[in-house]
């Protein structure tokens, strides 16, 4: 779930929400320094991925968080788009990134093209 719905779950079932994810892709987190408001968990594992670790031996990785709120977003924007989306621009704060390899398989998965603008 995305938007209203994961802020409403936040409340009354927090370690089953993931949320900051810009800053689970940054270049400098840290998962050993986490943000104390935080009910998941963040770990890095063999590769050196980050993964997010909820309730219920939930895991995923940043990226695939992102990719939802990507879709979710891009659904949104269909709604009330009389034209066909072909790409979307994606700008990250300062020091969030996504590698192209990343980037090309979220938009396999979106369905349209992804540009880092």
């Known amino acids: 779930m995305v938007g209203k719905d994961a802020f409403d779950a936040l409340s009354t079932h ?3 929400v993931f949320y900051d994810v810009t800053r689970l892709l940054a270049t400098d987190f840290d ?8 009910a998941f968990k963040a770990t890095r594992n063999a590769d050196g991925k980050i993964v997010v670790r909820g309730a219920s031996g939930i895991a995923t990785y940043p990226i695939i968080v ?9 659904l949104y924007i269909q ?16 020091g969030s990134t996504i590698n192209d390899a990343d980037l ?14």
Do not use: C, D, H, M
């Open 31 to 38: 998962p050993n320094q986490p943000n104390p408001s935080w």
């Open 66 to 74: 992102f990719g939802l709120i990507v879709r979710s977003t891009l």
């Open 14 to 16: 927090p370690e089953t």
């Open 79 to 94: 709604t009330y788009q009389n034209s066909e989306v072909a790409a979307l621009g994606i700008r990250f704060l300062a």
């Open 104 to 117: 090309k398989e979220l938009s396999k998965y979106v369905g349209v093209q992804l540009v880092l603008v």
